[in-house]
């Protein structure tokens, strides 16, 4: 990082680099003027000579202070396809493109006279250009790193008029969707963001301090830059001195320097004492290296925080400090509802950061865009493994960005490098193949100049596959190749491309992804890219939390919508169901990449929501990291920790006089090797019954291993009634827990149709005859016969429906299922509200009754969800009264195959005995003409 000295020890936690002797800073944060230049004629118009009349306040954004005009969303269009472009995402309440000229005058003191000053602007989008009492002095083009300007030249004792003109435009095309500079979560923030200083040092001053740990050597190397702004040749000395975490100084190292005319490089070996104390995700000690500088009559110091930590990596997994890491991560896509840009306060990362560690995990990829210094600073604390990106997503060759990338790059290094969090280092996001032709060049250039962190080209890219594309240079691959897609169509390799649909036909959990992590052939750490995505609908509460700058037109669709369909009191549950659905799917999908032994783990996309391309709602916490209480961050965290047992086992649905068979296996990454471990296993009944119980035997369990702990059997005749069990796999002494829930059904005889009850596949006569006669009739209409209804589906849509709008199986599709559990139809059916793993065979055979065309007030048993940007009122299972008759009409298979399908008989099973009884008695009525416009041909 760059030296920034520190004169206030609150500031500590904002900095690696501090300064505590020759250095003062000024705050110019508070009120400027601002002038907007939207056609760029400032410059040349020299409006650095003028005054301005118009107000505002930095940090800040031109939104922020009232700037700008309605925002074009134009630029939504292609997230959403055809659909309404608001239906893309929160958008400003005001945009402005183009210059943003901002001035201010600054009393500088006497004392200042003949020192070297610095304007600081800690992050600025996109160019700057600064002006002091009329004289230019420079500038700036970094997105991730601060601005820094000498102004010396230009300053004088007293006061002094400073102008810096933000030019927001697009300076390279970086691809529409890298999170730096993307609409889809941010605005175009013209303004200044984070800390505005004027800097005081003497003429020579470090420039720069770097320390790069040895921790198996008990060594730190430290480079320090000198810079000289008297052009002259000085002679001097250089101090570094390692404090150790509690203070206690260790060593220190001097060495007598020559200074040349355009400054220097100095280089020394601290020895960090015999009991170094290491940094990772389960010990975040920091060291300071403490650098002083004497060069005639001119003084400065500077301090670096950083972790003795060493990152390496083996052909499976990245390696910190000689430890097998298992990376367990979420994205971060610059998701900011409030201000439409980064936080850089360290409060705000600390909470985010505090919720993806309690959840288990231990590591963030910042999705083709770097974080703040703060991000860094809460990570460090918190012992998070941080892969930042350079600014770049989805885009091709084109020299002159590829210049700005790799200028970017170093820059980003120069201003983070020193801490430990910093971990991994890509080039960008699913990179286009025309940039391949370049990769190893750019690895060869990139490799050396950084041995702190692991070095990527991209993550994923090639066109999705880019483990086809091996690079001989990388330190890992984020691939697609190696994602847990089991799940979801379209997200394995060739030839396997619709999951469990065309290989394991039933949901399981015997299942890995060793096979296509082993045929990529890379002998580097392949990292599962961007898994889940996995859409929940809207909250409609969040609307309120838009407070700030970010007007969620998206989400008042979404409410209005359905306020005009009779659903709006609904949506809450709507959003509850959907994200316990899709907590069900990511844990399957975390699981398949721990039970994979070649996968050196996983990144979600992502535990938290992505609000713009076409309300990509996939998180269990919402834009403002808000749980969604769809699951505890206790409960994630047994799926998701460092240490983790599996289960195998072959389906999800038993009859209860099979034998349920599994082998145990235990995830080991945490900080020890488990010696005698004793593992247990149980299964217990919704009521908390023992159904069966055992114990493995004692062994010990190595660090950085899956283990199998053993194998067990167990019958399940002694389950008397249909029941939802669980199945728990622990190590005794510990809180190492994870359960599974499982089905068993009785393998009764099929109960007939009480007399009175016709069950019927068709809106014949004799249906209509029964109904006017009085009597009950149970419905089983299929697919082909219907008019209005929808196929049935057991996932939950992929990423966004209204952007995939288009994609058959991604876009056009519904959701969870929400039903009562308690209602009596289901009293022999146990099922939670939502959907879960039994749902499978029903969901995918069945046919959603489209309620639309009826009254508002009729209320489905089982209703499914419908994607947000559609609202169909949906319905699996519905009860009316139909003239003098009842009817219970169900949209799922429960005549084909019963006798190897446990779910649909035993749904059979619980309706017929429903509408056997007193408790069938519908209350909401249909007349004859409204059932038949369900139905083709009108029955």
Request: glycine fraction near 8%; aromatic fraction near 10%.
């Amino acid at each position: 990082m760059k030296a920034v000295p520190l004169f206030v020890l609150n500031f500590i936690m904002m900095f690696c680099l501090i300064n505590v002797d020759a250095v003062e800073r000024m705050d110019i944060s508070g009120a400027w003027k601002i002038r907007l230049d939207p056609d760029a004629v400032g410059e040349a118009g020299q409006w650095f000579n003028e005054p301005f009349t118009d107000s505002a306040r930095l940090p800040g954004s031109t939104a922020e202070n009232g700037y700008g005009n309605p925002p074009s969303i134009d630029f939504l269009r292609k997230a959403v396809r055809d659909l309404d472009p608001r239906y893309g995402g929160p958008v400003p309440n005001l945009d402005f493109q183009g210059c943003a000229w901002y001035r201010r005058e600054v009393t500088v003191p006497d004392e200042w006279k003949d020192k070297r000053i610095v304007l600081f602007l800690e992050r600025a989008r996109w160019v700057s250009k600064v002006w002091v009492n009329g004289t230019y002095c420079g500038g700036d083009d970094s997105l991730s790193t601060p601005h820094e300007i000498d102004i010396s030249d230009a300053v004088n004792p007293g006061a002094n008029r400073i102008v810096v003109c933000m030019d927001n435009r697009v300076l390279y095309d970086l691809g529409g969707i890298n999170s730096g500079t993307s609409l889809h979560t941010q605005g175009m923030w013209n303004g200044i963001i984070g800390r505005m200083e004027l800097i005081k040092t003497d003429p020579v001053y470090f420039d720069d301090l770097q320390v790069y740990p040895d921790p198996e050597n008990g060594m730190a190397v430290v480079k320090a830059a000198v810079g000289n702004a008297t052009q002259k040749v000085l002679k001097g000395k250089v101090s570094f001195r390692a404090v150790s975490p509690d203070g206690k100084v260790i060593e220190t190292v001097s060495e007598k320097i020559k200074v040349g005319a355009d400054g220097g490089q100095v280089e020394v070996l601290v020895p960090m004492g015999e009991d170094v104390i290491l940094w990772d995700e389960f010990s975040t000690h920091r060291y300071s290296m403490e650098a002083r500088l004497n060069a005639g009559e001119f003084n400065d110091s500077a301090t670096a925080l950083f972790g003795m930590r060493k990152i390496g990596h083996d052909n499976v997994n990245v390696l910190v400090n000689g430890k097998k890491v298992f990376l367990r991560g979420t994205l971060e896509c610059a998701n900011f509802p409030l201000t439409a840009y980064p936080s850089m306060e360290l409060d705000y990362w600390l909470r985010l950061m505090g919720e993806v560690k309690a959840n288990g995990l231990n590591h963030i990829r910042f999705h083709s865009w770097t974080p703040p210094e703060a991000a860094f600073e809460a990570a460090d604390q918190l012992g998070l493994y941080l892969l930042t990106e350079a600014t770049r997503a989805n885009s091709g060759y084109n020299e002159a960005r590829e210049e700005w990338v790799e200028k970017e790059m170093l820059r980003i290094q120069e201003s983070y490098g020193n801490h430990p969090s910093f971990a991994l280092f890509s080039g960008g996001n699913e990179l286009q193949e025309s940039l391949y032709a370049t990769a190893e060049a750019f690895l060869e250039k990139m490799k050396p100049t950084d041995n702190r962190h692991l070095f990527a080209f991209g993550s994923g890219g090639g066109g999705m596959e880019m483990l086809e594309i091996p690079l001989q240079n990388e330190d890992f691959v984020v691939g697609a190749g190696g994602r847990g897609g089991n799940l979801t169509p379209g997200r394995l390799s060739k030839g396997n491309a619709d999951g469990y649909y065309k290989t394991l036909k039933t949901p399981m959990t015997d299942f890995d992804r060793n096979d296509g992590l082993i045929k990529s052939n890379r002998d580097v750490p392949v990292i599962a890219h961007e898994i889940g995505q996995w859409c929940v609908f809207p909250s409609m509460s969040e609307i309120e939390k838009y407070t700030g700058v970010m007007q969620p037109d998206n989400l008042k669709l979404v409410r209005d919508d359905l306020e005009k369909k009779g659903m709006l009191e609904q949506s809450d549950d709507f959003t509850r169901v959907t994200a316990k659905h899709a907590a069900v799917l990511y844990k399957e999908e975390i699981e398949v990449m721990m039970r994979s032994r070649r996968s050196a783990g996983f990144q979600l996309l992502q535990l938290n929501d992505y609000s713009g391309q076409g309300t990509a709602h996939v998180g269990l916490y919402d834009a403002f990291w808000d749980s969604k209480e769809a699951m505890s961050s206790e409960e994630f965290r047994r799926f998701a920790c460092d240490t983790v047992p599996l289960l195998r086992f072959s389906k999800f649905d038993w009859f209860s006089d099979e034998v349920f068979h599994a082998k145990a296996q235990l995830l080991n990454f945490g900080n020890r090797h488990l010696v005698d471990a004793v593992g247990f296993w149980k299964i217990t009944t919704s009521s908390g019954s023992v159904v069966a119980e055992g114990r493995f035997e004692p062994q010990t369990i190595r660090q950085g291993v899956l283990a199998d702990l053993g194998e067990f059997s167990s019958n399940l005749n002694n389950v008397e009634k249909a029941e939802k069990l669980t199945v728990q796999v622990g190590i005794e002494g510990t809180d190492y827990l994870n359960q599974w829930n499982i089905w068993a059904y009785p393998r009764t005889q099929q109960l007939p149709a009480p007399d009175d009850v016709l069950v019927s596949t068709e809106l014949d006569e004799a249906v209509l005859t029964a109904l006017s006669q009085g009597r009950k009739v149970l419905l089983l209409p299929t697919y082909s016969d219907l008019d209005k209804a929808l196929r049935g589906r057991f996932l939950a849509p992929f990423w966004s429906p209204v952007h995939w709008w288009t994609r058959e199986g991604r876009g056009n599709v519904s959701m969870s299922i929400l039903c009562d559990p308690e209602h009596p139809a289901l009293s022999q059916f146990p099922t939670d509200e939502h959907t879960n793993w039994q749902w499978c065979d029903l969901l995918d055979t069945s046919s959603s009754f489209i309620l639309d065309d009826l009254p508002n007030d009729i209320r489905p048993i089982i209703q499914v969800v419908d994607n947000f940007s559609r609202n169909h009122k949906l319905a699996n299972l519905l009860e009316v009264k139909v003239g003098e008759g009842k009817l219970l009409i169900c949209g799922m298979d429960l005549q084909s195959d019963l006798e190897k399908r446990p779910v649909a008989r035993q749904m059979r099973i619980s309706l017929l005995e429903y509408m056997s009884g007193s408790d069938f008695s519908p209350e909401k009525e249909l007349t004859v003409s409204q059932l038949q416009s369900l139905f083709k041909n009108e029955g």
